[in-house]
């Protein structure tokens, strides 16, 4: 039975795999796509495994791909791990400054936290 299944998933394009194995682990393929298509229209590889850790690990994907985004045409250097970790953390991204992430302002960041910590996990 395992060897059909994987005989026939080898025979799928890779796209519709990955699609299907997000939604055996319980991944939301669209927003993981979603997200990653607008990052790569801004020019920013964040590969599609890292954008699956971060739902999995009940982060907001799309959040973070925007302050990504706009903190890069602000030429600030911040990196989706440093985005991603405030996400978890529970910073409410959105209403966030970008130029507050310059020169690793997490102490600034954290006044935008959510009250009662962290995000709810996905549904």
């Not at 991944?27 to 850790?53: F, Q």
Request: charged share 25%.
């Amino acid at each position: 039975m395992i060897n059909k299944l994987t005989d026939w998933l080898s025979s799928l394009p890779f796209v519709w795999a990955r699609i299907l194995s997000m939604q055996l682990r319980g991944i939301d393929p669209h927003e993981v796509v979603d997200a990653r298509v607008r990052a790569v229209s801004a020019k920013i590889d964040i590969p599609i495994e890292a954008l699956e850790r971060h739902y999995l690990a009940g982060g907001h994907v799309t959040a973070v791909v925007d302050m990504l985004i706009k903190t890069k045409y602000r030429n600030l250097n911040v990196d989706f791990d440093t985005i991603a970790q405030k996400d978890l953390e529970g910073v409410d991204l959105p209403q966030v400054d970008p130029d507050e992430f310059e020169n690793n302002g997490s102490q600034r960041v954290e006044r935008y936290v959510c009250p009662g910590g962290a995000h709810e996990p996905h549904a």
